[in-house]
């Protein structure tokens, strides 16, 4: 008698729906035009006056937002963190017409989104509500509206979806982690459907105020959508941003089946630890190059088949140097044919929600075979000799893409798109 397990074929991940909204637009076709121009959408925090309270006054916000009460009654919105709003926007542009419900069964119907830190602008309204005025004036929806699970949980309860149901946080490579564990639970067959991505909204006084004295965040330039300059040698730290990208992945086959619109495929994904330090990537760049070698990998791919790598590239003085480094011994020569460019400069850094938006913009951007540039790059860091496509963007056949996302505790993440 043979011992020997019949290997398991595994699914194909189809991505067919998406939605973004960032600074640079409420809708992706607000978005795409704004980025590939190399617009910026950085801005100033105009109730942010106090120099003593708000030493930082500029980050990629979400300017008049305002979510449709159809989505969400106005009611309702008020019990949950602007994260959660911001996720059920870009949720709703990403599940428009898919019909979902009519093609799956409920309990192969789930959620999984990445958030880094959840409703901090709840918390510190209520933390002040706490000490002015006494405990009986904290929301009773405090909780479930801090709480980064809510998003996963509020799409189930507003779609009917029966499925798995959880959130991701491993800081700002959370969304990238969400993803690779949605399409494993497509892969192996477990869920026909998966609503994932990631969503972020932590601009506030004690947010910022803690990056700053991390001495983290960019600062010193006049202009502030000058201040996000990844790659360039006068960067000096990276622009917070917020906002959400939500994905929709589905079981290849059966999407193509139902004529469901395949945008992309997600063909591979890798992750790893730096075990460094815990804000610091490792000095040799260690984990990126496990994560991009583990990703390619799994997507069965060689390097010189990667035509752009969408960088985790926040703007720091010793991260992009590094991620640089590690590209050049994961690439060799053809980290000079590739393309590589940092959307944080358009966008600011959105810290969880970081790999959810780029991985919208990196499926847009093979749609379109366009690459989106990394702006502000005027002065080239010697170090940072890659072709980083300077301030507008470029025509360019793509087939595959790489997305990569770093965060703090030394965990990375890699994504591989191939294009349709």
């Known amino acids: 008698m043979s011992h020997e397990s019949t290997p398991q074929v595994l699914n194909r991940v189809a991505i067919t729906g998406m939605g973004g909204i960032c600074g640079l637009g409420s809708t992706l076709n607000e978005i795409w035009p704004n980025l590939i121009s190399g617009k910026s959408g950085i801005s100033h925090i105009e109730e942010f006056t106090d120099d003593k309270l708000f030493p930082i006054k500029f980050a990629g916000i979400v300017k008049n937002f305002t979510l449709n009460p159809d989505i969400l009654s106005e009611k309702e919105q008020r019990k949950y963190g602007r994260f959660l709003l911001l996720a059920l926007q870009a949720a709703d542009e990403a599940m428009s017409n898919l019909n979902l419900m009519q093609s799956y069964e409920p309990d192969r119907?789930?959620?999984?989104?990445?958030?880094?830190?959840?409703?901090?602008?709840?918390?510190?309204?209520?933390?002040?509500?706490?000490?002015?005025?006494?405990?009986?004036?904290?929301?009773?929806?405090?909780?479930?509206g801090i709480i980064p699970n809510m998003t996963p949980g509020l799409f189930s309860i507003l779609h009917g979806f029966h499925g798995i149901n959880y959130s991701v946080s491993s800081a700002c490579a959370s969304s990238g982690h969400a993803l690779s564990a949605a399409a494993n639970e497509i892969r192996l067959g477990t869920h026909d459907a998966i609503i994932s991505g990631g969503t972020e909204s932590v601009v506030t006084g004690i947010t910022l105020g803690g990056f700053n004295q991390m001495k983290a965040l960019g600062k010193g330039f006049d202009d502030v959508t000058k201040i996000s300059r990844p790659f360039d040698k006068d960067r000096c730290g990276f622009v917070m941003g917020e906002g959400a990208g939500i994905l929709v992945l589905e079981n290849y086959e059966k999407a193509k089946k139902r004529g469901a619109p395949i945008l992309a495929e997600l063909v591979g994904y890798g992750s790893s630890s730096d075990a460094h330090h815990i804000a610091a990537p490792h000095p040799e760049g260690k984990g990126a190059m496990t994560a991009m070698l583990n990703a390619m990998r799994n997507a069965d791919l060689r390097p010189e088949q990667i035509d752009y790598i969408n960088a985790h590239g926040t703007s720091t003085p010793l991260g992009d140097k590094i991620e640089v480094q590690a590209v050049k011994k994961v690439f060799g020569d053809h980290a000079y044919k590739l393309a590589m460019t940092s959307t944080k400069s358009s966008i600011g850094h959105l810290l969880g929600a970081a790999g959810g938006i780029e991985s919208v913009l990196c499926i847009k951007a093979m749609m379109e075979n366009t690459i989106p540039p990394t702006i502000n790059l005027t002065n080239p860091d010697p170090e940072c000799d890659l072709n980083f496509v300077p301030n507008v963007g470029i025509k360019k056949e793509l087939n595959y893409v790489l997305n990569n996302t770093f965060g703090f505790g030394g965990t990375n993440s890699t994504l591989i798109f191939k294009a349709q």
Do not use: C, H, V, W
């Not at 309204?125 to 706490?130: E, I, V």
């Open 109 to 144: 119907i789930g959620s999984i989104i990445g958030t880094g830190m959840g409703g901090f602008d709840l918390l510190e309204s209520n933390y002040k509500q706490f000490f002015e005025k006494g405990a009986r004036r904290i929301n009773p929806f405090l909780i479930p």
